[in-house]
C-alpha cells in the first residue's frame, strides 16, 4: 500500500505536469480571446495521432516528432481561429463559441474515426517501457522526461508572458481589448497567435500522454476536455499558475484514491473535489473576481 | 476649406477638421453631420448633455469607429477610415474616459506600453525618460500595480502614456470624470503643460464649466449636431449655453482669474512653435523662466 501510494503520487506530480501544459493552452485562449475551447480535447488526440503517425511511418523519435508537430498543430490553431472563432461577434460570443468549437470537435473527431478507426493506439519508444527504481517502484522514463518538457514549455511561457513585449501585449490583451487597441496593439492578430500557441502546447502534450496513459483513440477527446475543463475552473478562468496548480492537484488526488479507495470513486472525488472548491470560492483558486473590461 | 461663420480667436490653422461627420455604434447613427475644427496649438473643449455624441466624436476621430459618410482631416491628410494603429502613427493619441490602463501590470509596464508602435528601443528609453521628467511624480509608483493608485493618479499614469509617441494631438475624453476638486485642478494643472508643451488638445468635459475655462475653443455638440462654436470664453459666457449647460448664466467677470485672458497669450507662443520633439523640449525650458 505504501508503495502504491507513493507510486500513485510521483505519478500524479509528473503526469499532472502534462496535464497543466494542455490545461495553460486552454486557460490562455480564455484569457485572451473570451471563449472556451471545447475542442481543446480532441486537438490534444490530434497532438497524439500526429506524433504516432511520426513515429510508425517515419521512426521519428517521439520527442524529435515535436518539432514538427508543434509547428503544425499552431497552423491548426491559428487557422481555426481564423475561420470558426474570428466571425463570432457580439454579446452572445461566449457562448457561441461553445457551440463553434464543439463542431470543430466533431468535425475533427469524424476525420480522425475515418482515417485511424476506433482501435486505441498506444506511443511508444525505449523510454516509454524502461525507467529507474525508486520508491520500490519502476518509474518509466517518459514520466520524468515528459515532466522536464511540460516544466521547460511551462516556464517558457511564462517567460514570455512576463518578461517580453510581446507577451506584454498578450497581458494587456487579456485585460483590456479597448486600452490594448488604443495603445495601437491589433487585437485581432494577438487573438489568433494565442490561440495557435494554446492549441499548439497540445501537441507536446498528446505525445506525452498517448505514451504514458493507457492509449486513446478519437473518443478519447471528450474524457480529456471535461477534465481540463474542471481544471481550469478550479484553478481560476484566465489564470496560468492557477491552471498549473490546479492540474497537479486533480490529478495526484485521482491517483490516490484510486489507491486509497477504488478506481470507480476517483471520478467522482475528482468532480466532487471541484464542486467543494467552487462553493467557496467561485472564482476558482487563484482566479481574479472581477471580470476584464472591453 | 470654408470657416464657420462664428470664427474664434484665430490662433493657427486647423489642425484637425471634422466636415459633415455621420457616424453611430450600430444601432442608429449618433453623429448627424458634425462639422468642427481643432485648432494648432490650443485647447479645444466639446461639451453637450449625456448623448450628444462627444465620445461617439472621439471615437471616430481615433479610429475605433468609421464614420459613415463624412471626413476627418489632420493637416489636410486623411484620417476617418484608419485603424487605431494608423491613427497613433500620425501623431493623434486618446486617453479614454473610463479608466484604460492595465491594471494588473505595473504603472511602469503601462507606459512602457504607451510606446508599444515605437520599433526602436533606444527611442523608447529615451521618451520615457522626457515622459517621467514631465511627470516627476509618476516616478515614485512605477513599480506599483497600476490598478492600486487613486483616480488621480492613474489619470497622470494615462497622460504620461499617451506622451510616449510625442503626439502632436491628445484627445481627452472626459478627463474629469469621478475626481475630487482639488485633484481635478492637478489633472487640469496637467492638460495645461501638456498644451504648453506643444500638444494639441481635444478635449470632451461633462464638468462644462471648468473644461471650458481652460480650453482656448469651445464647442457645444447637441443631438449630434455642433449647435455653437467660439472661443472658451465665448461658449462660457454665452446666455443661453450658460443656461443649458452651466447650470445658470455665467457671471464671473472677465479677467477675474479665470483662463480668459491668459489664453491669448499662451497660445501664440505654442502655435508659433512647430509641433516637434525638440522644440517642445526648448519650449518648455523657455516656460521655466518667462512668465511669473
Not at chain 1, 59 to 67: A, C, Q
Not at chain 1, 120 to 143: E, H, Q
Not at chain 2, 61 to 71: A, D, E, K, T, Y
Request: hydrophobic share 45%; aromatic share 8%.
Amino acid at each position: 500500500m505504501g508503495r502504491q501510494l507513493s507510486e500513485a503520487i510521483v505519478d500524479g506530480i509528473l503526469g499532472g505536469s502534462v496535464y497543466a501544459l494542455m490545461a495553460v493552452g486552454l486557460t490562455l485562449i480564455f484569457g485572451v480571446l473570451d471563449i472556451i475551447n471545447i475542442a481543446q480535447g480532441i486537438l490534444v488526440v490530434l497532438g497524439g495521432y500526429l506524433s504516432y503517425v511520426l513515429s510508425v511511418h517515419l521512426h521519428l523519435d517521439l520527442f524529435v516528432g515535436l518539432l514538427v508537430t508543434v509547428p503544425a498543430m499552431f497552423i491548426v490553431g491559428v487557422a481555426i481561429q481564423w475561420a470558426f472563432i474570428r466571425p463570432l461577434r457580439g454579446r452572445e460570443r461566449t457562448s457561441m463559441s461553445l457551440l463553434a468549437t464543439y463542431a470543430v470537435a466533431i468535425i475533427i473527431e469524424g476525420i480522425l474515426y475515418i482515417i485511424f478507426g476506433s482501435n486505441y493506439v498506444n506511443l511508444s519508444a525505449s523510454y516509454t517501457t524502461t525507467g529507474p527504481k525508486i520508491f520500490g517502484f519502476y518509474l518509466n522514463y517518459i514520466y520524468i522526461y515528459g515532466f522536464l518538457m511540460a516544466l521547460v514549455l511551462v516556464v517558457g511561457i511564462y517567460y514570455t508572458l512576463y518578461r517580453t513585449q510581446f507577451g506584454r501585449t498578450i497581458r494587456a490583451t487579456m485585460q483590456d481589448h479597448t486600452a490594448a487597441r488604443i495603445v495601437g496593439i491589433n487585437v485581432n492578430r494577438v487573438q489568433a497567435l494565442t490561440f495557435g500557441i494554446g492549441v499548439a502546447v497540445t501537441a507536446a502534450g498528446g505525445m506525452v500522454f498517448g505514451a504514458t496513459g493507457g492509449g486513446f483513440n478519437p473518443n478519447t477527446g471528450y474524457d480529456l476536455i471535461s477534465r481540463l475543463l474542471a481544471i481550469v475552473i478550479l484553478g481560476g478562468l484566465g489564470s496560468i499558475a492557477g491552471a498549473m496548480v490546479a492540474a497537479i492537484f486533480m490529478i495526484t488526488l485521482e491517483g490516490v484514491v484510486t489507491v486509497l479507495w477504488s478506481p470507480s470513486w476517483s471520478v467522482v472525488v475528482f468532480y466532487g473535489a471541484l464542486v467543494v472548491v467552487l462553493a467557496f470560492r467561485p472564482q476558482g483558486l487563484l482566479g481574479r473576481k472581477a471580470a476584464r473590461a472591453q | 476649406m470654408t470657416s464657420r461663420s462664428a470664427e474664434p480667436v484665430t490662433t493657427g490653422a486647423p489642425a484637425l477638421e471634422i466636415q459633415d461627420v455621420v457616424a453611430g455604434y450600430g444601432g442608429g447613427d449618433v453623429l448627424h453631420g458634425v462639422t468642427m475644427q481643432v485648432y494648432e496649438g490650443g485647447i479645444t473643449c466639446v461639451v453637450g448633455p449625456n448623448g450628444a455624441g462627444k465620445s461617439t466624436l472621439l471615437g471616430t476621430i481615433s479610429g475605433l469607429l468609421n464614420p459613415r459618410l463624412g471626413r476627418v482631416s489632420l493637416r489636410g491628410e486623411r484620417l476617418s477610415g484608419k485603424s487605431p494603429r494608423q491613427v497613433l502613427d500620425m501623431g493623434v493619441v486618446l486617453v479614454p474616459q473610463n479608466h484604460s490602463l492595465f491594471r494588473e501590470m505595473t504603472v511602469r509596464e503601462n507606459i512602457v506600453l504607451g510606446g508599444y508602435i515605437l520599433r526602436q528601443r533606444g527611442l523608447a528609453d529615451r521618451r520615457l525618460d522626457s515622459v517621467l521628467e514631465m511627470f516627476p511624480q509618476v516616478t515614485e509608483w512605477l513599480g506599483k500595480k497600476a490598478g492600486s493608485l487613486s483616480g488621480g493618479q492613474q489619470r497622470l499614469v494615462e497622460f504620461a502614456r499617451c506622451l510616449m509617441l510625442d503626439p502632436s494631438l491628445v484627445i481627452l475624453d472626459e478627463p474629469s470624470m469621478g475626481l475630487s476638486p482639488k485633484v481635478l485642478k492637478s489633472v487640469f494643472d496637467a492638460v495645461r503643460m501638456m498644451n504648453k508643451q506643444g500638444k494639441t488638445i481635444l478635449l470632451v468635459e461633462q464638468n462644462a464649466r471648468a473644461g471650458l475655462r481652460l480650453s482656448t475653443h469651445g464647442v457645444v455638440l447637441e443631438n449630434g449636431r455642433v449647435r455653437l462654436a467660439g472661443s472658451g470664453s465665448e461658449v462660457l459666457h454665452h446666455p443661453e449655453i450658460g443656461a443649458l449647460y452651466l447650470g445658470g448664466a455665467v457671471t464671473a467677470p472677465p479677467g477675474s482669474g479665470t483662463p480668459g485672458p491668459d489664453a491669448p497669450a499662451a497660445v501664440p507662443a505654442a502655435g508659433a512653435a512647430a509641433p516637434d520633439a525638440g522644440v517642445a523640449g526648448s519650449e518648455s525650458a523657455a516656460n521655466g523662466t518667462a512668465p511669473r
